[in-house]
């Protein structure tokens, strides 16, 4: 079966010190690519599931261990005293003050020292080695929750990186829109002081001036949030980003069937395969319970010797080895619920299986649709960014001869500048769109992130003006990293 990019390219081990690579990004970079690698050394939520994945594999270990030889030794030192007492008669004779028999009392004080060897050795614990074999089956689900919140943390970079982008090209449309109404409301205000309009085009054209500076201030608003979104994802401030080139390839995705992409998906997918994953858990505990009422056999060795000053004591030293068995006759019904338990988790697992397949299946087939839809949308939105530039040169003309009022000119203007803003959101709808079909069909990768990149210009970059200050000390610093104890 296929795995997904990370876990296909670095086994469980090996996909830590993958991410851990990226410690070498720069907190200035300017491209999707770097800051991607950023986002991987730094993001909480990603370090946070690599350490659970982590502690999965040491709970293998832990259950390991019970299987190999258990070897302990003890040790003892003791300081004893012994009180004794008899009773003596002597016949005939007679201690005044004294009854028949006279009592005799004797102290004794011992040290003693002792050491003792066990080992064991499990040879048949069907319990321990199911146990065993669920945490094997732990870390298969847990290294696909790695793959996929790696995934899940590239697309988020990507989307947090195209959505400035987005709100860069809206807001130069919304400062564009404000700069020329600003224009022609000064017009207006003239024709009407020389009186070639009436009073109520300059109010129109105040009206539709105040719309486009709302407009514009809630674009430097969108603009200024979207870039908090990456300081959270890498612990860095950027400076600048390069922006998307004038030429990128809108092309349909490859495979072109969709029911291919839904066969990757199945394949490849890391929420899927760690669903399917899930179930092999499950059953693994009903194998867990079930082990609860076989029998358990092991072989022991022991070894004790012992020393002590007391008179008429040597030391004295013994061994033992031999098999231990048992076997669970009754436990008060326990053991049997504990298997039904487990098997409604199975059943409820499978159901979470199910679940999850078809979310990806109609996520998958509903993205590839988009996708295509945005391919044809972009065309659309150029085409329609030329019609509405003609439209309005049009209308400007019939203005200048009297034809047109200054109210068609406005809406003109306002649908041009919407078109252009349109147009630019088209484009970064289909880059998401093909990121996040990539990553519903757990195909979303370093490659996915580099071949992106390439479609950026080094020419243009997306600047946010800030207070000098924010930029002297690193954001987010949330001090020293974990550390796992020695």
Not at 384 to 411: C, F, K
Not at 456 to 468: G, I, K, T
Request: charged content about 20%; some cysteine; overall charge negative.
């Amino acid at each position: 079966m296929l795995r997904p990019p990370f876990a296909r390219r670095f086994p469980r081990r090996g996909l830590a010190a993958f991410l851990g690579c990226f410690m070498i990004g720069n907190a200035q970079a300017a491209d999707l690519w770097t800051i991607a690698q950023d986002a991987l050394a730094n993001d909480a939520e990603l370090s946070s599931t690599q350490a659970s994945f982590q502690a999965t594999e040491a709970a293998r270990d832990v259950q390991r261990g019970t299987l190999l030889p258990q070897v302990s030794i003890g040790g003892n030192a003791a300081h004893s005293r012994i009180y004794s007492s008899s009773f003596q008669g002597q016949q005939g004779a007679q201690v005044p003050g004294q009854g028949a028999d006279a009592a005799a009392a004797q102290d004794d004080t011992a040290n003693s020292v002792g050491l003792s060897l066990d080992a064991e050795q499990a040879l048949y614990d069907p319990s321990r080695r199911a146990q065993l074999e669920r945490a094997e089956r732990e870390i298969d689900r847990d290294a696909l929750g790695v793959d996929a919140a790696a995934q899940q943390l590239l697309f988020n970079v990507a989307n947090a990186y195209f959505e400035i982008l987005r709100a860069h090209d809206i807001l130069s449309a919304r400062r564009a829109q404000e700069i020329a109404i600003s224009r022609q409301l000064e017009q207006a205000r003239e024709r009407f002081e020389v009186g070639l309009i009436a009073i109520t085009d300059v109010h129109e054209a105040q009206a539709s001036y105040d719309l486009a500076r709302a407009q514009r201030l809630a674009a430097e608003g969108a603009m200024q949030v979207s870039f908090e979104a990456l300081e959270r994802l890498t612990g860095h401030r950027y400076d600048s980003i390069e922006a998307l080139d004038d030429e990128v390839p809108i092309a349909r995705p490859e495979p072109a069937d969709r029911e291919e992409w839904v066969a990757l998906a199945m394949a490849n997918s890391p929420l899927v395969l760690a669903a399917e994953a899930g179930v092999e858990v499950a059953r693994s505990s009903v194998e867990v319970a079930r082990a609860g009422q076989r029998p358990v056999v092991s072989a022991f060795a022991n070894y004790g010797w012992s020393d002590t000053d007391r008179s008429g004591t040597n030391h004295q030293s013994e061994s033992q080895v031999g098999l231990r068995a048992s076997l669970p006759l009754y436990t008060g019904g326990s053991t049997q619920a504990q298997i039904r338990q487990s098997g409604f988790l199975l059943e409820a697992s499978q159901y979470d299986f199910e679940a999850q397949r078809r979310d990806t299946i109609q996520q998958v087939r509903s993205l590839f649709t988009r996708v295509n839809n945005d391919v044809e949308t972009v065309e659309a939105r150029r085409q329609a960014i030329v019609s509405n530039q003609s439209a309005l040169e049009a209308t400007r003309s019939g203005y200048e001869v009297g034809t047109r009022n200054i109210v068609d000119v406005l809406n003109a203007e306002q649908n041009l500048f919407n078109a252009i803003a349109e147009h630019a959101e088209a484009r970064y709808d289909y880059v998401l769109g093909l990121l996040q079909l990539q990553q519903q069909a757990g195909l979303l990768g370093p490659d996915s992130i580099q071949a992106v990149n390439a479609w950026l210009s080094n020419d243009e970059r997306v600047s946010l003006e800030l207070p000098d200050e924010a930029n002297d000390s690193p954001v987010m610093n949330i001090g020293e990293r974990p550390q796992v104890p020695s």
